[in-house]
Nanobody
Framework: QVQLVESGGGLVQAGGSLRLSCAASGQYEMGWFRQAPGKEREFVAAINWTGGSIYYTDSVKGRFTISRDNAKNTVYLQMNSLKPDDTAVYYC???????????????WGQGTQVTVSS
């Protein structure tokens, strides 16, 4: 059973920063999705095992950075210049295939709330 354990969410003012972490129980391609109130879940970022392939949704490019520490089976999402529109539950995701991570990942974490106040 794959386990994904997220941490690092919270409340921050607009323009501030947060870093999310997700520890996995094994070795996977990994990423992040988010779901804002009343909206569908959307892809945020993904990174392959080597870190050589990284993807972002357009709305976070230049503000968010995804990275990973394979020795710890952990992926991070550094979020800078946060906006109220970034308010959402953020989900860590994993799959054996990086394309599926970006579209229909097999494994999901429990989610962590990020709230950005104006």
């Amino acid at each position: 059973q794959v386990q994904l354990v997220e941490s690092g969410g919270g409340l921050v003012q607009a323009g501030g920063s947060l870093r999310l972490s997700c520890a996995a129980s094994g070795q996977y391609e990994m990423g992040w999705f988010r779901q804002a109130p009343g909206k569908e879940r959307e892809f945020v970022a993904a990174i392959n095992w080597t870190g050589g392939s990284i993807y972002y949704t357009d709305s976070v490019k230049g503000r968010f950075t995804i990275s990973r520490d394979n020795a710890k089976n952990t992926v991070y999402l550094q979020m800078n210049s946060l906006k109220p529109d970034d308010t959402a539950v953020y989900y860590c995701v994993a799959d054996s295939n990086i394309i599926r991570v970006r579209r229909t990942p097999a494994y999901w974490g429990q989610g962590t709330q990020v709230t950005v106040s104006s």
